[in-house]
Structure formats: C-alpha cells, structure tokens
C-alpha cells in the first residue's frame, strides 16, 4: 500500500563510536556495543505519495528545517533506488520522551524510519539490512535495528555493508539506566560536527582510535559475564577517553556543565558508599547512570536531588526495531 508505521528506541553506547573512517559511507572507526532501552520511543510512519513534489517531513507535529528534511530524503532515495519506487513521501515522526532537552534521538529516529521505508516500499526488512541502511545515515541508529545489548564493529576499506550484531538480548541483564537531565534546547554541536573537529584538529584522535577496540572488548565481556563493576570501569573509560578526546579539539568540544560534572561527583559518592552505579555521557550535558534494580530507586533519588538536575528519565534494556499498526 505503499505506507507503514515502526518504533524504535534510542541506545546508549557503553564502549562509545566517535570518529568516522576518512574512506567514506560512513564508517566508525572504532568499534561501538550499545544497549537499547525500552521506555523511550520514536513512531515513525512513511507514505508513498505521487501526488508530493518532494519528501515533506513532520517532526513532533512540526514541519521540520531543511536539514533534517535532507537527511531523510537521503535514506528515502536509497530506499527509492533500491525498490524501483520514485514517489516522493510524506514521514511524521514523534518521540514519547522531551526532544526539547536534546536528547540523543537520531538513533531511534533512522532505525525507525528505515524500517518503515523499507516496509512502506515493499523491500525486505531483515534486522540486518534495516541496520545498515540506517548506518549510512547515522552510525548510531545501526545498533537500535537490534535490541538489548548490540555491537558494531569499526569499518574496513572495502566495506561494502556494515551493520550491527546482536550480543545479547535484552532479557540477558535487567540493569537500570536513569538519565539525568541538566538541560533544555538542543545541543550547540551536533555529533556529526563535533566528531568531525575532533578528527580534523584532536591531537588525541589517534590515542583514541588505538585504545578503543581493547575497551570495546572489555565491555563486551563484562555484559557476557554480567560482572558490573567491570562494566563500570570500561564503560566510564570509554566515555571518559572519547570526551578527553574532543576536549583537545581546536577550538575544544565542551559538551558538559557544572550540572554534568556535579553528576559525575555523585556517581562516585554513591559508589563509595557501596550502592553500585557507573555513568555514561554522550554529545551533551546529560548523563547516563546505569545501576542495578535493587539500588534503582536510591539512585534516583540522589540523582534528582543534585544541584542542575532538572529531572530524571529511567529506562531498562528493551527491543529492536518493529512494525506497528498505524
Ligand atoms: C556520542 O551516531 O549521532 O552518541 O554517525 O554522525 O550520525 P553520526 O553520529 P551519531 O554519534 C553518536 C555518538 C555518541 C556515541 C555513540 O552513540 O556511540
């Protein structure tokens, strides 16, 4: 019928990507495992229309800017090359969490829409192929085709496919991730932009490149043998050594505030005291604190009674990519 409806959920990478391959389709250059949170989703739904001139995009009721508007007609017109379709679309899209705190949502959103493109166009819808279409749009949203624990290794020339693989499903680990909001609005630089100053001007880059697999494994071990504290220290790391490295851009990539770095501190109080969290931070002020359900409701609390936290999203390991009902 030419129209379809999918919902994804975002991810938070526990060993982080940042940093694209300089042979182009938009590769990582270090390998990533991310875990797919149920509780937070994006509905996504595409129609195929002869009568639009051109892709027409909704955003949270919205229409959207030019940019995003552009950057899904480019994952339309892979669809539209690869199914034979030339019809321009209508795609709405909502999140049920505030995108007005700027919280990663690429991820969901281009899971969400390659799978309801795909489906919209008659395509094949393997977890697979909706993973690797959403790749090429934003590296990301390859791990949020997959749900609970999800890895993506980093790309090789000559990659003609790259999409991510499972690690272990969601049912595997029912860890808990709260996510401290510090701010509104969206973030001042984008991940697509900030990753590629680092590239460019970081001397610390290549320190990166080079230890990140080590920690992408000892990530990917700890999950499979469910060893918190080793999760802890590797992800922390991951998130730590990826900061340090867009810190030491030209001009350096701040993305924390005072809030985030009071966060940070009341992480380590907690763990001093025995309760078990570690945290995680992506482009922007928020962080992610991961602990376990026995603990959860303590960390809550003192998560949302530090100075610039303004609220608190809570999240568990949750599915891959799927088609609903419209
Ligand atoms: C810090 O996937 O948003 O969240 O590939 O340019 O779209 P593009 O970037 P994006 O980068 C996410 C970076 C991160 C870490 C991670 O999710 O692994």
Known sequence: TGKATAVAHPNIALAKYWGKRPFGHNLPAVPSLSVTLAGLATRTTVAFDDALAEDELHLGGHPAAAGPTRRVSGLLDRVRAASGRTERARVTSDNDFPTAAGLASSASAFAA?????????????????????????????????????????????????????????????????????????????????????????????????????????????????????????AAEASALRMHASAIAAAPGLLYWTGATVNVLSEVRRLRARGIPAFFTIDAGPHVKVFTVPEAEDEVTTALAAVPGVLRTLSATPGPGAHVVDP
């Open 113 to 233: 829409l390659a799978l309801a493109a795909s489906t919209a166009a008659g395509l094949s819808t393997s977890p697979e192929g909706i993973s690797d279409l959403a790749r090429r749009t934003s590296v990301s949203a390859a791990r949020s085709a997959f749900g609970g624990f999800v890895a993506l290794r980093s790309g090789a020339p000559g990659d003609e496919t790259l999409p991510a693989t499972p690690v272990a499903p969601a049912d595997h680990w029912p860890l808990r991730v709260i996510i401290a909001v510090t701010a509104e609005g969206p973030k001042d630089v984008g991940s697509s932009e900030g990753m590629k100053l680092t590239v460019d001007t970081s001397p610390y880059y290549a320190a990166w490149v080079t230890d990140a697999p080590s920690l992408e494994e000892r990530v990917r071990a700890a999950v499979l043998a469910r060893d918190f504290q080793a999760l802890g220290s």
